[in-house]
């Protein structure tokens, strides 16, 4: 099932993805500052997302401000999938 993928840079330096179904709830995982551009270049690339997509959308969020969203793209992503890679349903 389709999920849309964005990161928001949170305040705190942490990094969030969410991964959204349209007309549902969704799954969301949250990395510390400290390692947050490793770890979401890590879960995207688990995602099945190119890294010159990630490199692009990472140095489009270094430009925005605390917690503004940025899509990434769309793709089908099984719950298992999102589940194995450590999201949690919200």
């Known amino acids: 099932m389709t999920v849309r993928i964005s990161i928001t840079k949170m305040n705190s ?4 993805i969410c991964c959204a179904r349209p007309g549902s709830s969704g799954y969301v995982i949250t ?15 688990a ?31 099984p719950d298992d999938v999102l589940h194995a890679n450590g999201f949690i349903a919200v």
């Open 13 to 16: 330096g942490r990094m969030q």
């Open 31 to 45: 990395y510390a500052a400290a390692n947050a551009k490793a770890d979401v270049t890590k879960a995207l690339l």
């Open 47 to 77: 995602l099945g997302i190119s890294a010159e997509t990630i490199n692009g959308t990472l140095d489009m969020l270094a430009d925005f401000g605390p917690d503004e969203m940025l899509q990434v793209e769309e793709r089908d992503i």
